[in-house]
């Protein structure tokens, strides 16, 4: 079971939707839909005249529902440097227009300095560029997430093909004290493609058992299993039987204990 991402761009090569779908599980013996194929959600963006993002509109499907009911809209107001959302949240820009921080601003002012002297504010996000893909850089309070966990530096590169469109995407994490990188999750993307454009993008999980993405869980099986999942205050949100393959689940933001077969896992969806 794998879910694609289906985005859509402007003659301008701007992003104007991405909606995420599951192609459904199909009985192995019959061929019959156990679970039907969903569209779970659909992200809308509009662009001012200097092709800065003015709003960005999520919609999803609810239960049964064959219409899109909107859930987020985000508006934009204009900076000399970027532009602020209106959940308060600033996006800095470079020089070049690129983004270079992500700013929150209703967060306390906290700091820290890596080992190379750079300082930084907690919990935003900061970018850096390479030849073929960026860098995206955040210290965080990770025990406000996990119980107990030490604060960390979470690191995510992103790597593009020669015509621009995304190949790889790998997450490191670095507990505080620590001197090493832990590699979390490595994402590689395929492509089809509709009259010679690409409009759909298939997205491969490896490696890793069980692990968050963005409102979603996405477990890796090579066995069929039973999944459950819980809150962390012990209450069932979703139980279900597991083909052997890749299965996306999407959840709200949250701390979740996924068990899969016999084994549990704490994930934190953002």
């Avoid at 509709?194 to 759909?200: I, L």
Wanted: glycine residues 10%; proline residues 4%.
């Amino acid at each position: 079971m794998i879910t694609s991402y289906i985005y859509k761009y402007s003659d301008k090569g701007r992003l104007l939707s991405l909606s995420s779908y599951y192609p459904g599980h199909k009985d192995p013996v019959t061929g019959a839909f156990i679970t039907e194929p969903k569209e779970y959600l659909v992200d809308e963006y509009e662009y001012g005249q200097d092709g800065r993002l003015l709003k960005h509109k999520t919609y999803k499907l609810d239960g049964g529902s064959t219409s899109l009911d909107k859930i987020f809209t985000y508006k934009y107001v204009m900076t000399d440097s970027g532009y602020i959302s209106n959940d308060s949240i600033e996006y800095i820009l470079d020089k070049k227009g690129r983004l270079a921080k992500l700013k929150f601003l209703k967060a306390k002012n906290e700091y820290v300095v890596d080992s190379a002297g750079n300082r930084y504010r907690v919990g935003d996000f900061y970018y850096s560029y390479f030849d073929g893909g960026y860098t995206e850089l955040r210290y965080y309070h990770r025990g406000k997430m996990i119980l107990g966990a030490p604060d960390a530096w979470v690191k995510t590169d992103y790597f593009f093909q020669k015509n621009g469109y995304p190949s790889k995407k790998v997450t490191y994490l670095k507990e505080k004290g620590e001197t090493k990188w832990k590699t979390l999750m490595h994402d590689e993307y395929a492509y089809s493609y509709r009259a010679g454009n690409p409009h759909s993008n298939l997205m491969i999980e490896k490696p890793g058992k069980v692990y968050a993405a963005d409102g979603a869980v996405v477990i890796e099986n090579e066995q069929p299993a039973l999944v459950a999942i819980y809150t962390f205050g012990g209450q069932l949100v979703e139980q279900r039987s597991m083909a052997a393959g890749i299965d996306r689940i999407p959840l709200p933001k949250g701390l979740y204990i996924v068990v899969v077969g016999r084994q549990g896992h704490k994930i934190v969806v953002r």
